[in-house]
């Protein structure tokens, strides 16, 4: 599964009965995050998350993108989770089978009613790797 150095986004729409909830949420994967070892070897650690993360999604309707960087290298394999018009998380110190805990994170988000993920029920590796929670712009207050 190898990629060029360009890292081309990968969409997955994954459909199942879960209903439309889960259409708005989506994961992006760091496909260039190394592992503690740091290898430039390939396929990277973080191409192998998004595909742990796509086979855990595989009967759900989550989109799950990944992007050449998310400037999280310091934590490690990284991830975001983003809901339309909710709030966006963005995890770190992740390993190469957080797949499953990614998607349900994802399906937490999908059924919230404040637009936030519920910390009751959160993987572990999502209630220690948080990174940011990012406000959508239509909340911002400006100051004048």
């Given amino acids: 599964m190898g990629r ?27 496909a260039s995050c190394r592992d503690e070892t740091g290898s430039d070897a390939h396929p990277r650690a973080g191409e192998r998350l998004a595909e742990d993360t796509r086979q855990a999604a595989a009967s759900d309707t989550i989109r799950i993108r990944t992007v050449e960087c998310l400037g999280n290298c310091k934590r490690r394999l990284s991830a975001a989770i983003l809901r339309d018009g909710c709030w966006s998380y963005v995890f770190g110190d992740l390993t190469a089978t957080s797949g499953a805990d990614l998607v349900t994170g994802a399906k ?16 572990d590796s999502l209630k220690r790797g948080l990174v940011a929670r990012i406000p959508p712009l239509d909340m911002l207050k400006d100051q004048t």
């Fill in 4 to 30: 060029d150095s360009g890292f081309p986004a990968e969409t997955t729409d994954i459909r199942s009965g879960h209903g439309d909830a889960l259409t708005g949420v989506t994961v992006i994967v760091c």
């Fill in 108 to 123: 937490l988000f999908a059924t919230s009613t404040d637009g936030l993920i519920p910390w009751r029920g959160r993987p």
